[in-house]
């Protein structure tokens, strides 16, 4: 079992409806990433949290450290936000720079 | 234009060549990574560079082989690689590589295809 979990794996929504992905994890954790991957590759850090909430534009994150989970909202959803969505935590007991990773999911917003 | 630049897109090789991905980052930083990406399943963590020193191997084959020669670039150097190895292999970097949390600046990948 992944220390990461993310659900769904997939997930398809029509524009501008209302998404959110999940992150659990099970290990204490001195920081929270959400990633984003389009096809081709490239990964973009949305941010990066160890408390409460942030909102840049149309996506939100929060966390909750007590339940050890995180949501990924994204309002108004649009086809280019089609992606692959990645949580990776930073462990309170890990030296150096080791981020464990979920294994993504793959967000589909068709028009 | 992430400020992280790889180089190449895209390699295909024999198991018997040998090849380098580079990785060179525009940013400042004094962090470098290596991670791979295999289909369907997590990233994974291979090397960490802090100022030019190795900082984490994890337990990674010795057919892959880092270089870092300066704190702009990274290299990946590959020999005698096995099919299994075809994944894409992802740079980044970041202001500090130390127990801190830092946010990781990631170049586009390279897709790597061992035949």
């Known amino acids: 079992k992944n220390e990461v979990e993310q659900s769904p794996q997939n997930l398809t929504a029509q524009e501008g409806e209302f998404i959110t992905i999940n992150c659990s994890y099970s290990v204490g954790i001195s920081a929270l990433h959400w990633l984003q991957q389009h096809p081709g590759g490239g990964i973009v850090s949305l941010f990066m949290l160890s408390s409460g909430k942030k909102k840049h534009g149309r996506l939100i994150a929060t966390i909750n450290i007590q339940e050890k989970h995180s949501s990924l909202h994204i309002t108004a959803s649009h086809p280019r936000d089609s992606a692959v969505y990645i949580c990776?935590?930073?462990?309170?007991?890990?030296?150096?720079?080791?981020?464990?990773f979920g294994e993504g999911t793959q967000l589909t917003v068709n028009p | 234009e992430t400020g992280v630049t790889q180089t190449p897109r895209h390699l295909v090789m024999g198991m018997t060549n040998k090849k380098s991905l580079k990785c060179e980052q525009h940013?400042?930083?004094?962090?470098m990574y290596w991670y791979k990406q295999s289909a369907k399943k997590p990233l994974e963590l291979m090397f960490v560079y802090s100022l030019e020193e190795r900082v984490e191997n994890n337990s990674v084959p010795s057919r892959f082989s880092p270089e870092c020669p300066n704190s702009s670039h990274l290299f990946l150097h590959l020999h005698t690689l096995q099919p299994e190895d075809s994944a894409l292999y992802l740079c980044?970097?970041?202001?500090?590589?130390?127990?801190?949390?830092?946010?990781?600046?990631f170049g586009a990948g390279s897709r790597l295809t061992v035949l």
């Open positions: 940013l400042g930083h004094n962090a």
């Open positions: 980044a970097s970041s202001q500090g590589g130390g127990p801190g949390a830092n946010v990781l600046t």
């Open positions: 990776a935590v930073k462990g309170s007991s890990t030296s150096g720079s080791r981020l464990t």
